[in-house]
């Protein structure tokens, strides 16, 4: 594949996430690049004749020195016009593209499923959302147009030289695959220094979320300062970055060489000329002074195409973002649940090939009742409510609400029906109101107050200074651990969504408040279908039927509390240990 083919592929992707509008402009900003070029190669062309009629006082190819002089201005302005022009729809398609590219990125990654995310994740997607955004912005922007411009100036300049000097012509001619040759191999090296510079960054990015989000973890491990990981990421960092600026100097040596042979090349042809009397000396004088402004035109395109090439690598990891598989989700729904009921029909999940979470689980929950699953660490019991909403797709079986497979409804009906509370609370940087308002942003202030009192937030707002208009901070850190929770099972209660799926939802609440959160379970069970993961014992006690799941993810044992305990089985032996561990007390 060609530079130019390259940079044509290139540019379709940028356009990919631009709006109609403003691909439509850029591809102005680009014509108007190109036609600024063409003017300027004729400029060029037009000051070896001029100036020779300026030296000789004669005409050159019949025209006056007055008419050049003209004509030469009139190009001039022509090229000035263009390229501002140019330049002004190619900044502006720019910005748009960078705002487009904003949105893009978000709603992609408001579609990917959660397997997706991973530890590097969040260093990826700062990357792309500030660094990477900006440096494809600029491509869109600058690079692109500049290279357009002055690629068409040199072809122009070069076909002028065969007019006016053969063997400047051939020169330039015998050049031109040369340099492309010596781009090629500059493009090569640029490709290795983002590849060697690139995953380093990201994983150091990924590291300095992590240290910054693991604090306490890690002061408690007195490693608060001497985080490993942190250290040799950035030796890995620094060591790659070094070794790719050998590659960026190595292609730079390349392309420099390279212009630097035809500008001597170009001026020892113009003393040479002037030497052996074929040429006046102010002739040989013009031709070495337009060599060394050709020279700079080369440069220019030489830097374009380095830029160029960084971001063509910047767009790869935009594109592995943007062309991540989704979860397919219908537009509009194929069925609408009849009821608030929720079944698992032998359904089997595994997150990694191979490696089954879950495996032929099937029950299922009639409307206005409640379904607690227990079980050991890691058997899947998260995963059943996370497959309930939809966060993953099964990978055998299906879950159904209502009697709908959850993959034929659309998202938006989806939601609508299913609420959940999970063990990881995030809160916005807004005011505590409005954090509980996301839920149901129509609610009245009785609506508030209500659920506040039976989840136990309206403590949190009687503490705070500014009550419901305090401002709860970057994740909710304004608040504590079970403070979070607890507004968080106020969103649940208050979007009355018939479905309402519970993760550990008072494992972080004291004795006091977990007797709130019960009472609300209650309350949600007169109107809605409850499906809790739960531990502790007044939560499980209350569930109409109890799902036991084994260290394999399959369904050991199901029934109510007293079924289950006359079994005399695993959650016998389950029930008894957390009784047990209930009543221990310090002497």
Known sequence: MDIMSRNRNLLSRFRRYMIPEDAAMHKRGMAACISAGVFIGLALCTMMPAAMSLLTAEPQWGLSFNTWVIILVVLTAFSCVLDYWGTKLGYTAGLGYMRMLQKHIGNKVASLPLGWFTASSAGLLSRIVTQEMMTSGQAVAYFVGGFLRNLCACVIFGLGTWVWNWRLGLIVTIAIPILFVLFKLGQKCIEKEYANESPAEEELASRIVEFAQCQGALRACHAGSTYEELSSSFAV?????????????????????????????????????CVTGIAAPFEAIIIIGVSLRFSTMIADISASLFGLEERRQTLDSIDAVMNAPEIPVPQTSKDLPHDASVSADHVAFSYVPDKPVLRDVHFTVPSSSMLAIVGPSGCGKTTVIKLAARFYDTTAGTMKIGGVDVRDLSTEDLFKNVSFVFQDVYLFNDTLRNNVLLARPDASDSDIERVADLAGVTDIVKRLPDGWDTVCGESGRALSGGERQRVSIARALLKQAPIVLFDEATSALDAENEANIVKSIEELRKSSTVIAVAHKLETIKMADKIIVLNASGSIEEEGTHDELLALNGAYADFWGKHVLSAQWKLA
């Open 237 to 273: 960092a620094r060591r790659k970055s070094v070794r790719g600026l050998w590659w960026g100097v190595l292609g730079n040596m390349l392309t420099g060489m390279g212009q630097q042979l035809l500008v001597f090349s170009m001026i020892l042809l113009g003393s040479s000329l």
